[in-house]
C-alpha cells in the first residue's frame, strides 16, 4: 500500500492525496489505517513516513520494561518542564522502592504483579503516606504510558487502591487545643513526657 490520489472526494481547499497501510498494533491485530486528504504528492508521503516511524516505534514499545519507561518519563518530564534537582532525586528515591516491578514488561503488567508489591511495600517500614507518593509516582509514569505509547492499562490501574492503615493517628486527632492540652497534661506524672509535651506546645 502506499500514497494515493482520490478520485473523487476532494476537499474545498484542494487536498486530494491520502495514504494507507495495514499494520499491527499492540496486541498483535491486523489493521488497515486511512490517512485525511493532503494538498500534494509529497505531504502525503512525508505523513506516511511519520506514521510508519510512529508504528515502528510501538513495535519496539512491546518489550519495553517499566524501568525504561521511568526513564522516559522522566526525561519527557525534563524536556518540556523546569524540574527541580530537589525533584529528580525523590523520582529517583521511588524507583528504589519499585525494584520488583523494574523488570516487567510494561504490556504485560497486572494487577498481581501490583499486589505483590503493594505486599512488599505493606512489609517496609516506611510511612503510609509515603507509600501513596510512591503508588502516585507509579501511577503518573502508567498514564503517561497510555497517552503517550498507546499502552491498554485501563483495567489494571482503576484497580489500584492506595495504602491504608488502621493505626495511623487521623490528622484531625494530632493536635490539641490549649484546654485539652491544659487538661491533658494535669493528669500526666511522668516527668519526660510533661516536658516533652511543654517543648512540643511552645515550638507549635
Same mark, same amino acid.
Given at each position: 500500500?502506499?500514497?494515493?490520489?482520490?478520485?473523487?472526494?476532494?476537499?474545498?481547499?484542494?487536498?486530494?492525496? /491520502?495514504?494507507?497501510?495495514?499494520?499491527?498494533?499492540?496486541?498483535?491485530?491486523?489493521?488497515?489505517?486511512?490517512?485525511?486528504?493532503?494538498?500534494?504528492?509529497?505531504?502525503?508521503?512525508?505523513?506516511?513516513?511519520?506514521?510508519?516511524?510512529?508504528?515502528?516505534?510501538?513495535?519496539? @514499545?512491546?518489550?519495553?520494561?517499566?524501568?525504561?519507561?521511568?526513564?522516559?518519563?522522566?526525561?519527557?518530564?525534563?524536556?518540556?518542564?523546569?524540574?527541580?534537582?530537589?525533584?529528580?532525586?525523590?523520582?529517583?528515591?521511588?524507583?528504589?522502592?519499585?525494584?520488583?516491578?523494574?523488570?516487567?514488561?510494561?504490556?504485560?503488567?497486572?494487577?498481581?504483579?501490583?499486589?505483590?508489591?503493594?505486599?512488599?511495600?505493606?512489609?517496609?517500614?516506611?510511612?503510609?503516606?509515603?507509600?501513596?507518593?510512591?503508588?502516585? /509516582?507509579?501511577?503518573?509514569?502508567?498514564? /503517561?504510558? @497510555?497517552?503517550?505509547?498507546?499502552?491498554?492499562?485501563?483495567?489494571?490501574?482503576?484497580? @489500584?487502591?492506595?495504602?491504608?492503615?488502621?493505626?495511623?493517628?487521623?490528622?484531625?486527632?494530632?493536635?490539641?487545643?490549649?484546654?485539652?492540652?491544659?487538661?491533658?497534661?494535669?493528669?500526666?506524672?511522668?516527668?519526660?513526657?510533661?516536658?516533652?509535651?511543654?517543648?512540643?506546645?511552645?515550638?507549635?
Amino acid at each position: 500500500m502506499g500514497v494515493y490520489k482520490a478520485k473523487e472526494g476532494k476537499t474545498k481547499d484542494g487536498r486530494i492525496w /491520502f495514504f494507507k497501510l495495514r499494520y499491527q498494533d499492540m496486541d498483535g491485530r491486523n489493521k488497515q489505517y486511512k490517512s485525511g486528504k493532503y494538498a500534494t504528492k509529497k505531504e502525503a508521503e512525508e505523513a506516511e513516513l511519520e506514521f510508519r516511524l510512529k508504528i515502528h516505534k510501538h513495535e519496539n @514499545m512491546d518489550k519495553i520494561t517499566i524501568d525504561e519507561m521511568i526513564d522516559l518519563f522522566v526525561e519527557n518530564r525534563t524536556s518540556t518542564i523546569e524540574v527541580k534537582p530537589t525533584t529528580l532525586y525523590n523520582y529517583g528515591n521511588k524507583k528504589n522502592y519499585l525494584k520488583c516491578l523494574l523488570n516487567v514488561k510494561l504490556k504485560d503488567f497486572n494487577i498481581n504483579h501490583y499486589d505483590n508489591w503493594k505486599k512488599e511495600m505493606n512489609e517496609s517500614n516506611i510511612s503510609t503516606r509515603y507509600k501513596n507518593d510512591i503508588l502516585k /509516582f507509579l501511577k503518573s509514569v502508567l498514564n /503517561f504510558a @497510555m497517552t503517550w505509547y498507546d499502552f491498554n492499562l485501563n483495567k489494571v490501574y482503576s484497580k @489500584m487502591t492506595k495504602f491504608s492503615n488502621s493505626s495511623d493517628i487521623p490528622k484531625e486527632m494530632m493536635y490539641f487545643t490549649y484546654d485539652q492540652w491544659k487538661q491533658f497534661i494535669s493528669v500526666e506524672t511522668e516527668l519526660q513526657k510533661r516536658l516533652c509535651l511543654k517543648y512540643y506546645i511552645t515550638v507549635v
